[in-house]
């Protein structure tokens, strides 16, 4: 199916209480005929050391981009970049939570009257769609926060993120100087234990993917892209040093108040401790969906098998549409 895409900055000027004008980046990639039935339009933030590119790779081989996956499949994408991302406002590290949440809800509202209004070329009006919300690592850590006090989503998927503690995996051997992320007590942080480049790439590629792409991937730096050259998806900055998103327990009673469906989806090698422990940590939802993706570590969109989690979200979207059409 032929799409479009389009670049916007979103105006969020006086919606958060940060002085200046602001702006959020988003890329929205559209069917340039929609299909029949009730829209549905999914919303993309990415995680930490990543830009909004994350879901639109241009990487050699073929079918990397997960944005332009789902357009060709009938869902409109959109890409966002988080304040201090990208092409966002805002070239600092520490945002407070709660302003990366309102900043993200306030670009959400504007993308969907922008789509709803008609005003963006080659695209017709998409009106009363089904909104959906994804969020990779860092991105699902925000978009939890922003489900829970903004409520701008009808369902959310959160991919690579736990609602327990979210940290690297070790690899077969390693020995954590700070301890195991699973037995860490509350409040504490192992991420300062110091892991080494090739700690990073086990426990963020696969070692099915192939060495070009990883390499790629590492330029400028891993997790933090200091390096004269990264890669087009990857961020300088990443605006959780803020926020203790990788503490035991601090994301737990944001998750307790989430009352929508939910879609939880991991790589067979993730951060996520336990993924079976999770779903009873949203007491709340309506519906949990949980997947584990083999022969797919943390940064799901470079794994070889990256098209059986997409296709899986797109499912479960087109079963949320049926169940709310029947309602």
């Known amino acids: 199916m032929p799409i479009v895409t389009h670049d916007l900055l979103v105006d969020i000027t006086g919606n958060v209480e940060l002085p200046g004008k602001l702006h959020v980046a988003v890329t929205i990639y559209a069917p340039m005929i929609m299909p029949a039935g009730r829209p549905i ?26 944005a332009r996956h789902h357009a060709a499949n009938g869902i409109v994408f959109v890409a966002v970049d988080h304040l201090g991302v ?24 504007h993308v969907l009257k922008k789509l709803a209004s008609g005003a963006i070329p080659c695209v017709a009006p998409i009106r009363d769609p089904l909104r959906i919300g994804i969020g990779q ?6 978009l939890l926060l922003m489900q829970a006090e903004h409520h701008p989503f009808d369902a959310i998927g959160v ?59 590492m330029e400028g730096g891993y997790p933090g892209r200091s390096g004269p050259v990264i890669p ?48 009873a940590y949203y007491p709340l939802a309506t519906d949990i969906t949980l997947l584990t993706v083999p022969l797919m570590a943390h940064m799901h969109n ?25 309602q």
């Open 302 to 326: 470079f794994a070889g098998t990256r098209a059986i989690l997409w296709n899986r979200l797109a499912a479960w979207c087109g079963v949320l549409r049926d169940q709310a059409a029947n």
């Open 159 to 217: 991919l690579g993120f736990s609602a327990i503690q979210t940290g690297p995996r070790k690899r077969p051997g390693q020995k954590l100087a700070n301890g195991d992320w699973e037995q860490c007590l509350p409040g504490l942080n192992p991420v300062e234990a110091p892991m080494t480049r090739d700690d990073w790439v086990w426990a963020f590629h696969h070692d099915s993917e192939p060495r070009e792409i990883v390499e790629r991937d």
């Open 137 to 142: 690592s860092m991105g699902a850590c925000f």
């Open 86 to 109: 990208g092409e966002s406002s805002l070239n600092q590290d520490e945002i407070p939570a709660d302003i990366m949440a309102a900043a993200n809800s306030a670009a959400i509202s």
């Open 232 to 279: 087009p998806w990857g961020a300088r900055n990443r605006p959780h040093r803020g926020t203790p998103i990788t503490a035991r327990g601090w994301i737990t009673p944001v998750c307790a108040r989430i009352d929508v469906p939910i879609f939880i989806g991991n790589g067979e090698r993730d951060v996520v401790p336990d993924p079976l422990k999770e779903p």
């Open 41 to 66: 339009v999914m919303f993309g933030f990415p995680g930490g050391g990543y830009a909004r590119g994350y879901y639109d790779l241009d990487l050699p081989g073929c079918g990397y981009s997960q």
